[in-house]
């Protein structure tokens, strides 16, 4: 009986785990890389805001040089995402050949990051950056996490999803101009109350 009663704490943990889809019940915390500019701190803090007030887990931004800098933090796993743009994957990471249709980009980026690099690309926000990046093809932004950080959280690309196409020109456009002062988190924490994502 008091073998039974041991145990009853330990199963009640593991339901609860379950039931909060085991964001803070496995791993310590979540990092989130950016490359510094007003637009990357804005999605970055977006997505952990999202991470953070929904699942309870740490959630950390770390600023990088740029995409090159990042995407080595993210394959040596000092990172477990940051947000990229299909055109930049494509011709600067994988060194491929530009694509000029958007949703064609964002499947060949997708697979050879999937097959090659262990990477999973997420859905596009629902913004094309080519203007404020100053490239010729498409710049779907969107993000890119580790494989086995997806293992751990199991949850954790259904949640970022939610994000797919909530992001428009237009929403980036006056996200980027009301964080431009510096207040990218409290920027990113609006959005998700007044889009019901918190």
């Not at 909060?20 to 990357?40: D, L």
């Not at 740029?66 to 994957?89: N, P, R």
Request: contains cysteine; aromatic residues 6%; hydrophobic residues 45%.
């Amino acid at each position: 009986m008091m073998k039974v009663l041991r145990s009853v704490p330990v199963l009640l943990l593991l339901i609860l785990c379950v039931a909060n889809m085991a964001f803070s019940c496995v791993g310590k915390s979540i990092e989130i890389g950016t490359t510094g500019s007003v637009q990357q701190e804005v999605l970055a803090n977006i997505i952990a805001e999202l991470i953070g007030e929904r699942t309870g887990t740490t959630v950390k931004v770390v600023s990088f040089k740029s995409s090159t800098e990042a995407h080595a933090a993210l394959l040596k796993a000092d990172i477990d995402m940051y947000v990229e743009y299909t055109g930049v994957g494509q011709t600067v990471i994988l060194q491929a050949q530009p694509l000029a249709d958007a949703a064609e980009l964002y499947k060949a980026v997708k697979e050879r990051y999937n097959q090659e690099l262990n990477l999973i690309w997420l859905k596009p926000f629902g913004f094309d950056a080519a203007q404020s990046l100053g490239v010729t093809l498409p710049a779907e932004a969107a993000p890119v996490v580790r494989k086995d950080t997806l293992k751990k959280f199991p949850a954790l690309a259904r949640l970022i999803n939610k994000l797919g196409g909530k992001i428009d020109q237009q929403t980036i456009s006056s996200l980027e101009k009301e964080a431009s002062n510096g207040q990218s988190k409290q920027v990113a924490h609006g959005f998700l109350k007044n889009n019901r994502l918190i």
